[in-house]
């Protein structure tokens, strides 16, 4: 080291010879290709990196890696490109990085918001559950706006983001999540059985630990070094796919995990043809779980003081990069692995001012080794507060039981009381941990999806028993995957470091009175005295502290902070740890951008636009087009002069006195095929079909388990074994899964094929007395005759020469017939249909007439006439339940009390009294309008319209009671009066439905 530089000569992986320039708030500063923003900070001497989130306390960095929770930066490569909270040990550094500190004003040095930390007193733990309270009118003027404005440490970017995302989908046999030693020896084993391995790491070099352990051996090599070698024989390998600075952030069902991959973050100018992220969802047979363990730091008074960082974390810097994190570097620790640390820094020129060990007269190798270099070693001490403000000064010690001080001048501390091992994923499985005692930590324990845990993260302490435990269970995983046979050998480990078990929660230094902030959760800004707090107000659970107080909460996820907290609230509850029990961990596991969850799936892209094949037809009419669910449907098709309503008003006259055409392709559509096919529909819907015969339809209603209609459509039985089941447009996806789910989960034992085919026909509604007419001249094979073809009756033939199946249903009460064709012909039968329905003067009418013509004859429509509280009682559809069944979905729900209570909302017709009053879908509905404020609401108004074939405005609605008050006079409170409406009926054209039949 010289001058302002902590770089040390020759230490460290990565040439010093290339520079990369760098600036940090500004100013220009010099690092190396290989350097993290954290590792380049460093080296420059940088510790302060930050503000804390409540007490804007100066923060340094904690650790080297995704843990970190302090060195949260912002980095700008434009003004569009802008990425607030990133972590610094992470952030890879190249040539021209712009560099951010956040959650500080005017400047990191000078922050006014450090204020807050003199007023600490009044912002202990829970304060926000206590205050803002009054005066009331206070909330939205002044708490919610200054609350909003404090919340967050970075600032959102305020520009769309230019960059682009990708994402893949994965299947492979074993995916290894975690590229240390355990993860490289697990894929090994897997991938030299032949089986699909995907090998995945958060970091841009594979090794974990083994970058910074100086003291590993494995087949002879360095440990480093085997790690890089072991990697390249993995990549060279046709079955074995490896993906570097890519993390594993979520874990779910039946072995699901999404990965998100950094393609070129650490890039000076990436390609535009370079994805920024990218997310992998990655589907798994066997699943190996290698994340290792994270350090803990010390909990003691002014413990965040920037310098002071996890001994772990200053060898990394030391070995890996090259950089030394101080000149007079004390420790302070509870385990061995923080001698490592100390001797390595030694060994590099650095001065180790100090070990202090809270333990009483440890023994080792490594405690022996640090006495030989000279290095003063204080036990049974505890370091009870840190001095400095900007950097740390000083370590003031004291003997663990009480007595005498003593300050040591320092400007680094490390510090270390053992590695908890990192079960989040574990946890997101599903899986239940288990406490060891002996340990005093929680690993793995009831495993819920088919994965196993390796190594440090399994509690699996040594590198030897890591390596075989690894290896292991890469093999059984490779063979549980299908493998038949291993033709590798087991990685041979020649030397290695072991570690003793350190300690959990609060060091002496920690206090018990109102004042020290010994900091446990440095990310939320929460010291051992709010855990203590939080029992003392009554917090039991260690889900209402972790509330109380946020410790590990938000980004973090307790990563450095859980396995603390909880050993102080079971101290001030006086209870073993595994009774106040732990956490849930969520993921994500480290934050991920919205670009990599949406990836393309923005712009025009944000959801997929799916048009009929008849689309272009009705593009070139001029008609209107609007959004339904995914789809572009024709709302209505204009002539010159007409507006909206004048268009609708024809289109419906026009299919009452003639015909109409309408593209129902939209409907959902999906084949029920097999033996069992009519016992399976039986199950589903409400109706009975075991007599119904090939070649008729029937309307169905779908429930869910409560009772409540879930889904509605004509089924149509082609054969003994096959049904053409329609849905509505928008519940398609999530009827073909409601089938899927049944199908699979309880009636497995049913030989049924489900098959969307919605894609697949084109549907040519054809409605009116004159629709006949239209299509037989074009028909071949099929009678039209009534008698032959009745009402709700299906025959397949063809028509234009090209397949058809022929409905003969109507969703107007006119005469009405729905022609399937392949999509492909879809427009060639529907202009075929159009010029043979302009000889009877038919016109095309789009979605809007659609809905005024089924209102005129009280047709429902699933998500408009019901909320999802409506049964088919409630919509008069009584008589679509089969009432000799025994079971179907939802039987037992429609018996529930509350269900087949009087004064239920149901299904009615609406008039007007003023009839050229149409109104609002979705106003309320009251008996009496001069009531005080606010008033009881009786119902509400679901459909409304004018109709041009009734010459007045009509609605359905759903109102309580609704069928017991016909001819009743109730009101509609509007903005500008109040409406009286009369309760009908809810078929307002043709009563005596003889229309059907022209």
């Known amino acids: ?280 969802q990655v589907r798994a047979k066997r699943v190996v779980l290698a994340s290792g363990a994270i350090e803990r730091h010390m909990v003691f008074a002014d413990n965040d003081r920037p310098g002071i960082m996890l001994a772990g974390a200053a060898r990394t810097y030391l070995n890996h990069y090259g950089v030394a994190v101080g000149r007079n570097v004390g420790v302070y620790t509870a385990n061995d692995s923080a001698y490592s640390a100390a001797i390595d820094l030694k060994k590099a020129g650095v001065n180790v001012a100090a070990i202090v060990d809270l333990r009483d007269n440890p023994t080792g190798p490594v405690i022996d080794e640090a006495r030989a270099l000279g290095i003063e070693i204080n036990f049974g001490r505890a370091v009870i507060r840190a001095g400095g403000k900007l950097r740390v000064s000083s370590m003031t010690v004291q003997p663990k039981n009480g007595g005498g001080e003593r300050t040591i001048p320092v400007d680094a501390i490390l510090m270390s009381a053992g590695w908890t091992p990192s079960v989040h994923l574990f946890s997101q499985s599903r899986g239940k941990v288990a406490f060891n005692d002996e340990t005093k930590r929680f690993v793995p324990g009831i495993y819920a999806q088919d994965c196993v845990s390796v190594g ?100 973090d996820q307790g990563k450095t902070s859980n396995m603390h907290g909880l050993a102080i609230a079971a101290e001030v509850l006086g209870k073993p740890i595994p009774e106040v029990g732990l956490t849930t961990f969520r993921a994500p596991y480290t934050p991920v951008t919205f670009g990599a969850i949406v990836s393309h799936a923005r712009g025009p892209l944000f959801d997929p636009t799916r048009k009929t094949a008849i689309h272009p037809w009705a593009e070139a009419q001029g008609a209107v087009f609007e959004d339904v669910g995914q789809w572009k449907r024709a709302w209505y098709f204009p002539k010159a002069g007409e507006d909206m309503h004048a268009a609708v008003d024809r289109e419906c006259v026009a299919v009452r006195k003639t015909a109409g055409l309408f593209d129902a392709s939209t409907l959902g559509k999906i084949e029920v095929v097999g033996p069992d096919a009519a016992k399976f529909m039986e199950l589903l819907y409400t109706n009975p079909w075991e007599k119904l015969e090939p070649g008729r339809c029937r309307y169905g209603i779908m429930l869910r388990e409560d009772g409540f209609i879930y889904d509605d459509g004509v089924v149509g039985r082609l054969a003994p074994d096959r049904f053409h089941v329609t849905t509505t447009t928008g519940g398609a996806p999530r009827v073909m899964n409601h089938m899927e789910d049944y199908l699979q989960t309880e009636f497995p034992h049913l030989n049924v094929w489900l098959t969307s085919i919605t894609e697949q026909w084109a549907v040519i509604a054809v409605q009116g007395p004159k629709s006949r007419d239209i299509i037989a001249p074009l028909l071949e094979g099929i009678d039209m005759s009534d008698e032959a073809l009745p009402h709700m009756s299906v025959r397949e033939g063809k028509i234009c020469g090209v397949p058809t199946r022929l409905f003969r249903m109507s969703f ?60 088919p009682n409630d919509a008069g559809l009584d008589w679509a339940v089969g009432k000799k069944k025994t079971d179907f979905v939802g039987i037992r729900g429609l018996t529930r009390p509350d269900l087949v209570a009087r004064g239920r909302k149901q299904l009615v017709g609406l008039k007007t009294r003023d009839s050229e009053v149409v109104l609002e879908e979705g106003a309320q509905i009251v008996e009496d309008p001069k009531q005080a404020i606010p008033m009881k609401m009786i119902g509400h108004v679901t459909s409304s319209y004018w109709s041009e074939n009734c010459g007045r405005s009509i609605a359905l609605a759903l109102v309580a009671g609704g069928r017991d008050r016909m001819g009743e006079t109730l009101y509609v409170p509007m903005p500008n009066g109040v409406i009286e409406v009369e309760v009908t009926g809810m078929v307002f054209f043709d009563e005596t439905g003889g229309r059907l039949n022209g």
């Open 812 to 871: 107007t009460g006119e005469r009405g017939f729905e022609v399937n064709v392949p999509a492909d012909y879809g427009q060639a039968v529907w202009e075929a249909l159009w010029a043979e329905g302009q000889k009877h003067g038919a016109a095309a009418y789009g979605t809007e007439a659609m809905h005024v013509l089924r209102a005129e004859k009280g047709y429902i429509i699933v998500g408009q006439d019901t909320d999802g509280t409506v049964t």
């Open 1 to 280: 080291m010289s001058g302002a530089s902590y770089r040390i000569s020759g230490a460290g992986r990565f040439s010093q010879a290339k520079t990369a320039r760098f600036s940090f708030d500004g100013q220009s500063y010099a690092g190396i290709e290989g350097d993290t923003l954290a590792s380049a900070l460093l080296a420059n001497g940088v510790h302060l990196v930050g503000r804390s989130f409540k007490y804007h306390r100066p923060r340094g960095i904690l650790s080297a890696g995704a843990e970190e929770p302090n060195a949260l930066v912002e980095i700008r490569r434009d003004a569009a490109r802008k990425t607030p909270n990133v972590r610094a040990t992470v952030q890879e550094l190249y040539d021209g990085l712009d560099a951010q500190s956040q959650n500080r004003w005017p400047s990191l040095s000078f922050d006014l918001g450090a204020v807050s930390d003199i007023a600490s007193p009044l912002l202990s733990a829970g304060f926000y559950y206590k205050t803002f309270m009054w005066p009331k009118a206070a909330w939205k003027t002044l708490y919610e706006p200054k609350i909003r404005a404090a919340a967050g440490l970075g600032v959102s970017p305020d520009q769309p983001d230019p960059d682009h995302y990708s994402s893949r989908y994965a299947h492979c046999d074993v995916l290894v999540l975690g590229g240390g030693a355990a993860g490289i020896a697990a894929a090994l084993a897997a991938a030299e059985t032949g089986v699909r391995v995907i090998l995945a790491d958060e970091q841009a070099e594979f090794g974990g630990s083994l970058r910074f352990e100086s003291g590993a051996k494995i087949d002879g090599q360095d440990g480093f070094a085997w790690a890089q070698a072991a990697v390249a024989k993995l990549a060279a390998m046709d079955n074995v796919r490896v993906l570097s600075r890519t993390t594993a952030f979520g874990y779910y069902a039946q072995n699901f995990i999404g990965l998100v991959e950094r393609v070129s973050e650490h890039l000076r100018t990436p390609g535009h043809e370079l994805a920024r992220e990218r997310l992998w």
């Open 456 to 555: 440090a993260c399994n509690g699996t302490d040594g590198l030897s028993a890591t390596v075989d435990e690894a290896y292991a269970a890469g093999a059984k995983a490779a063979r549980d995957a299908g493998a038949k046979t291993a033709k590798g050998s087991k990685p041979k480990v020649d030397a290695s470091e072991s570690w003793s078990r350190g300690m959990l929660g609060a060091a002496p230094g920690a206090g018990s009175d109102t004042t020290v902030k010994a900091f446990v959760d440095f990310q939320n800004d929460v010291t051992a005295k709010d855990i203590r707090q939080a029992v003392h107000e009554g917090m039991r659970s260690i889900e209402h502290v972790k509330r109380f107080t946020t410790n590990g909460m938000a980004t």
